[in-house]
């Protein structure tokens, strides 16, 4: 059985091309281009980030990523 996660995909313009938020505890948030190295999280959290990140010129939108169930987000 798979569970559903969500990571934050953005698009800063230009030719850089997509990219997913990887950490988020830092200033600037560190991106990735890489969506195995994304943050995944649950859809209300990915959702805030969303909304925080709207406001800048990047264009957020959550993605949905399969994962199986034994897998732990908070590594316990």
Do not use: H, I
Request: no cysteine.
């Amino acid at each position: 059985m798979k569970n559903t996660k969500f990571a934050v995909k953005v698009n800063r313009g230009g030719a850089r091309g997509a990219e997913y938020l990887q950490r988020v505890d830092r200033k600037p948030v560190q991106t990735t281009r890489q969506r195995n190295l994304a943050l995944l999280m649950g859809k209300f959290t990915a959702q805030d980030f969303v909304k925080s990140l709207g406001k800048s010129r990047w264009n957020p939108e959550l993605v949905a990523v399969q994962v199986p169930e034994q897998y732990n987000l908070s590594g316990k």
